[in-house]
């Protein structure tokens, strides 16, 4: 099935319920739809630029988006092989991110259970590779297919060739706004592998008597509802900057100046805590109209009603510059960020 809609309003598709349109809007569900359209469309780069929208849970729409918005609402679960130790499960970019973990978990399959609560859709669950509290969906997708909109073919991905990253892959970068995403393949253990080493998770883990696949859930969810925004009551997208790392130089000036800052080492460097940098800027919880950041989370900004894109990143910019100044760090959107001009 597909929708296409000219002039269309993309406030009810971005979790920061920001009023955006878009000069056309295309869904399908079925994935030889979109080459069809494209044809029929006789769709051309040169025309206007394409933006692929999955849940719009990490996106901050500036302005309309003067442009082709393309989603993929492609949906099912399949079992497409097994063994002694593993499944795996091809899920269509349509189906909720949640839903399909919850599944995972009601199957008794490990892997993605620390990734529970996060919004939005499978399709973007390797774009930007989601990760929460010692886990990434990179690391249990083996492939990803979909079709090149430049190339007019449709293509697998396998696992190394995603170019996973901390918060990205090939298809945020070589493959952006040209490779839209149909099904992700996800290779899931039998036998579940806990990660607890977030201490808050272990403990509240524990509370609920002991590590299992529901229990993790269980605790994942009141955590994150303790400290997210809540994205059915309040416009927000969740980290809108990525944890920056610093050179070990750099981590011991920041050290000396202030003794309880969050590093984490990450290879040879240090990765600092984003929201830590943002709060002792003294950002956390600050209100000005309806943006502002989350009260218990400086690195959620937030829409409190009807706040514009171009608000929220006049607030993000602030913030940027702020922690520039003190710390000498400039922090990155992790929110992928439209119509700056
Ligand atoms: N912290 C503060 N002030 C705050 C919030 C946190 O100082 O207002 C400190 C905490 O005390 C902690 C550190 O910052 O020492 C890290 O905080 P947290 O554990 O909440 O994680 P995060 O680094 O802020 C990342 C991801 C989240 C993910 C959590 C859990 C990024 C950009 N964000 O946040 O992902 O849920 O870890 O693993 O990597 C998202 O991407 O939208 C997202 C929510």
Same mark, same amino acid.
Request: glycine share 8%; net charge neutral; aromatic share 12%.
């Given at each position: 099935?597909?929708?296409?809609?000219?002039?269309?309003?993309?406030?009810?598709?971005?979790?920061?319920?920001?009023?955006?349109? !878009?000069?056309?809007?295309?869904?399908?569900?079925?994935?030889?739809?979109?080459?069809?359209?494209?044809?029929?469309?006789?769709?051309?780069?040169?025309?206007?630029? &394409?933006?692929?929208?999955? =849940?719009? !849970?990490?996106?901050?729409?500036?302005?309309?988006?003067?442009?082709?918005?393309?989603?993929?609402?492609?949906? =099912?679960?399949?079992?497409?092989?097994?063994?002694?130790?593993?499944?795996?499960?091809?899920?269509?970019?349509?189906?909720?991110?949640?839903?399909? &973990?919850?599944?995972?978990? @009601?199957? =008794?399959?490990?892997?993605?259970?620390?990734?529970?609560?996060?919004?939005?859709?499978?399709?973007?669950?390797?774009?930007?590779?989601?990760?929460?509290?010692? %886990?990434?969906?990179?690391?249990?997708?083996?492939?990803?297919?979909?079709?090149?909109?430049?190339?007019? %073919?449709?293509?697998?991905?396998?696992?190394?060739? !995603?170019?996973?990253?901390?918060? #990205?892959?090939?298809?945020?970068?070589?493959?952006?706004?040209?490779?839209?995403?149909?099904?992700?393949?996800?290779?899931?253990?039998?036998?579940?592998?806990?990660?607890?080493?977030?201490?808050? &998770?272990?403990?509240?883990?524990?509370?609920?008597?002991?590590?299992?696949?529901?229990?993790?859930? /269980?605790?994942?969810?009141?955590?994150?509802?303790?400290?997210? *925004?809540?994205?059915? /009551?309040?416009?927000?997208?969740?980290?809108?900057?990525?944890?920056?790392? &610093?050179?070990?130089?750099?981590?011991?000036?920041?050290?000396?100046?202030?003794?309880?800052?969050?590093?984490?080492?990450?290879?040879?460097?240090?990765?600092?805590?984003?929201?830590?940098?943002?709060?002792? !800027?003294?950002?956390?919880?600050?209100?000005? =109209?309806?943006?502002?950041?989350? *009260?218990?989370?400086?690195?959620?900004?937030?829409?409190?009603?009807?706040? #514009?894109?171009?608000?929220?990143? @006049?607030?993000?910019?602030?913030?940027?510059?702020?922690?520039?100044?003190?710390?000498?760090?400039?922090?990155? *959107?992790?929110?992928?960020?439209?119509?700056?001009?």
């Amino acid at each position: 099935m597909i929708k296409f809609i000219p002039d269309y309003s993309l406030a009810e598709s971005n979790s920061f319920h920001i009023q955006a349109r !878009c000069l056309y809007y295309f869904e399908f569900s079925n994935p030889q739809e979109l080459p069809m359209f494209l044809r029929a469309f006789k769709y051309d780069r040169r025309m206007w630029p &394409v933006f692929i929208l999955g =849940g719009g !849970c990490n996106v901050l729409f500036v302005s309309d988006f003067k442009g082709l918005v393309i989603h993929s609402a492609v949906r =099912g679960v399949r079992k497409t092989a097994e063994d002694a130790a593993h499944v795996w499960l091809e899920v269509g970019a349509g189906e909720d991110w949640d839903t399909f &973990v919850q599944y995972t978990i @009601e199957h =008794g399959y490990g892997g993605i259970e620390n990734l529970s609560a996060i919004p939005g859709k499978v399709g973007a669950a390797p774009v930007q590779n989601i990760g929460a509290y010692g %886990r990434e969906a990179g690391q249990y997708v083996t492939s990803v297919n979909g079709f090149d909109i430049d190339t007019s %073919r449709f293509e697998e991905y396998s696992a190394p060739k !995603c170019a996973f990253g901390y918060r #990205t892959s090939i298809f945020k970068n070589r493959l952006a706004d040209r490779f839209v995403i149909n099904t992700v393949t996800f290779r899931l253990d039998k036998k579940p592998d806990f990660a607890l080493d977030y201490k808050d &998770v272990r403990q509240e883990t524990d509370a609920l008597g002991g590590p299992t696949l529901q229990n993790i859930r /269980t605790a994942i969810i009141a955590i994150r509802r303790r400290k997210l *925004p809540d994205i059915s /009551t309040v416009g927000s997208a969740g980290s809108f900057f990525m944890n920056p790392t &610093v050179s070990e130089e750099h981590a011991a000036q920041l050290r000396n100046k202030a003794p309880d800052i969050p590093l984490f080492r990450s290879g040879d460097k240090y990765k600092v805590a984003a929201a830590w940098l943002i709060e002792q !800027c003294g950002w956390k919880g600050f209100r000005d =109209g309806d943006t502002g950041t989350h *009260p218990s989370h400086a690195l959620a900004l937030v829409n409190y009603g009807s706040a #514009t894109g171009a608000q929220i990143w @006049e607030l993000a910019l602030k913030i940027q510059r702020s922690v520039v100044e003190r710390f000498n760090i400039h922090l990155q *959107p992790e929110v992928e960020v439209i119509g700056l001009g």
